[in-house]
């Protein structure tokens, strides 16, 4: 329908147009034809002859000093005999006129016929706006013999009027408007078939995509569409639905692949405190309740830490809002990390290094998780020291945590950051954590516009972590800031049961 009516509104222009432009160059025709009897008229009144009154055309001779027309025909002579004349007779002159262009000259100009009572049949020229040609003839260049045929005075001017009717005009133009409508009808039901069966065939790739598409659910994403080999914007739609298909395939797949690794990890700690438990309480008179308790309480700290990086995890996949938008010190929080103290299973040295606050938007707490996150995992992997560094750059701040232990291959420096992901040593060490650790810092890295790598080392591992800086004179959370000389501070802690890389 909209191609329908386009084609509707442009035709009628150029009908519109072409109706115009074909009456204009007929009417200029008909008046370049009228040119012919106007001089053959001319020529017989120069000849002292009067024209006859059969003619093609309707013309008149009007002459100064005369109240009738000297000569009439084609329609302006059925006037009964002495009747006035029609066409209005030119000013009366003794001038001789001039003639330079040796009687070919003509003036053309509308006209308006008047109406008469007495033009009962005079074609109905009467009352209407014609074009006209006309020319003057001087009676003074005439010999009296010839004067005397025409009934002219001696001074008197003719002027010799030739009518151009719009007959010829218009019937051409009628016929013209039929052909153009009969052939606007015609091209319109072609425009509109062509159109309504070229969309029918072109947008049956389109309806292939949406019943492939509809086929998809979330249980089973791998179907794809058919791509056409077409190589227009379908094809980049089918393309694109393909990719979207396949990223909806690989995110329920890691889904699946995340949910079972989830069970899989919480089995372990139930199994352990499901055992401990059932072996005291089917032999309760030998068993060592205080070892029992301390076994059951482990399994259970396990189980909390999973559960809780678990929501965090899920906090972070649903873009949860931050509950605080402030601001922090990185520096000082470092250095509060390394001072505080836990339970050492093997000792290792943590050394903050910072020469100025650096101060970044974000929550504290999100901070303070990806922080601890980064050093529990340095520690847990360190021979016997972690170097923590945060420096201040012009629009970043930089931190950069060092452990001295094995290293990590470089073609599992991005692996690592999945998540359940440990490597093969990890695995073997009785104080292994999680595997979420790692992903959950590189997410809250993500979540405050910043980035989280692991970066090449001579020696041991180093995550390097860059987070947009707040502007200098405009921290709004200062309450994390501690007194403190400036430098390095030490502490002595080991790594404590929580995630790994």
Known sequence: ????????????????????????????????????????????????????????????????????????????????????????????????????????????????????????????????????????????????????????????????????????????????????????????????????????????????????????????????????????????????????????????????????DAAHELRSPLTTLLTSLEVALAYPERTNWPAAVGTAARQTRRLQNLAEDLLLLARLDAHAPSMDSGSIDLAALAHRLVEQGVLPDRPVTLTAHTTAPAYVHGSPGDHERLLRNLIDNAARHATSRVRITVRNQLEHVELSVHDDGPGIPAEESERIFERFVRLDEARTRGHGGTGLGLPIARELAHRHRGSLVLVPSDRGACFHLRIPRVPPGRPDASHLRRDRPDGARTADRSAPDSPLR
Request: cysteine-free; proline content about 7%.
């Open 1 to 260: 329908m909209a191609v329908a009516s386009t084609a509707a509104a442009v035709l009628l222009a150029i009908g519109w147009w072409l109706h115009h432009d074909v009456y204009r160059q007929s009417a200029q025709i008909a008046e370049d034809q009228a040119q012919a009897p106007l001089l053959a008229l001319a020529d017989q009144l120069r000849q002292g002859v009067i024209p006859s009154p059969k003619s093609a055309v309707p013309y008149e001779v009007v002459a100064t000093g005369r109240i009738t027309p000297v000569a009439s025909g084609g329609g302006l002579d059925a006037f009964p005999p002495g009747s006035r004349h029609v066409l209005p007779a030119p000013p009366a002159s003794s001038t001789p006129i001039d003639d330079d262009d040796g009687g070919f000259g003509y003036a053309s100009y509308e006209l308006r016929v008047p109406e008469r009572d007495d033009a009962v049949r005079s074609f109905g020229l009467g009352g209407r706006t014609y074009p006209v040609l006309s020319t003057d003839i001087w009676a003074g260049e005439l010999t009296r013999e010839q004067k005397a045929a025409l009934g002219v005075s001696p001074d008197a001017i003719m002027q010799v009027y030739v009518v151009v009717l719009p007959h010829t005009a218009e019937a051409i133009t009628a016929n013209i408007d039929f052909l153009l409508l009969r052939a606007a009808l015609a091209g319109l039901l072609l425009i509109s078939a062509v159109t309504y069966f070229t969309v029918r065939i072109a947008l049956r790739p389109v309806e292939a995509i949406r019943t492939a598409t509809a086929s998809v659910t979330i249980g089973d994403p791998r179907e794809r569409v058919t791509v056409p080999a077409t190589g227009h914007e379908i094809t980049a739609l089918a393309t694109t639905i393909n990719t979207t298909l396949q990223r909806l395939d690989e995110a329920a797949a890691r889904q699946r692949r995340f949910v079972a």
